[in-house]
């Protein structure tokens, strides 16, 4: 969406999360994210500080960066409305049955998406679309 602006990217969900409480009309992506934001109260106060967009947030202090949290989440959302990587949302629809709670299912199902997306970025190349859905099927035999 950004490319490797990671300030102007945590901008656009603080502005798209602003446009929501006040009422303005959302469309498209922005409408996503103000959504993903919205299933995530304990972001809202980060959301309202402006100093959050260049702050830094790494595993060594025992932290989960939120706007990767939400970003994984919009991620996800967009996948599923294209079924990209085909049959995608098949696998989806199962994992929330199997979880029975849809956040959850998203949850579990970004733990593989941000491996794959981890992998990509370490190798230098493009997301493993064929590990990324096995990955899936794996959570899915480990949730019988």
């Given at each position: 969406m950004f490319g490797q602006d990671r300030t102007q990217m945590r901008r656009?969900?603080?502005?798209?999360?602003r446009r929501r409480q006040a009422g303005?009309?959302?469309?498209?992506?922005?409408?996503?994210?103000?959504?993903?934001?919205?299933?995530?109260?304990e972001y809202h106060a980060l959301l309202a500080d402006p100093e959050a967009e260049g702050r830094d947030w790494t595993p060594e202090q025992g932290e989960t960066n939120p706007f990767l949290h939400m970003g994984l989440h919009v991620g996800l959302a967009e996948q599923l409305q294209t079924d990209r990587p085909a049959g995608i949302v098949a696998l989806y629809q199962r994992l929330v049955r199997a979880c029975d709670d849809p956040h959850q299912a998203d949850h579990r199902l970004m733990e593989c998406l941000g491996q794959v997306l981890w992998e990509a970025q370490r190798n230098q190349t493009?997301?493993?679309?064929?590990?990324?859905?096995?990955?899936?099927?794996?959570?899915?035999?480990g949730a019988r």
């Open positions: 656009f969900f603080r502005e798209s999360w303005e009309p959302l469309e498209g992506v922005a409408r996503l994210v103000a959504e993903v934001v919205a299933a995530h109260p493009l997301p493993d679309e064929a590990g990324y859905l096995e990955c899936i099927r794996r959570l899915l035999a």
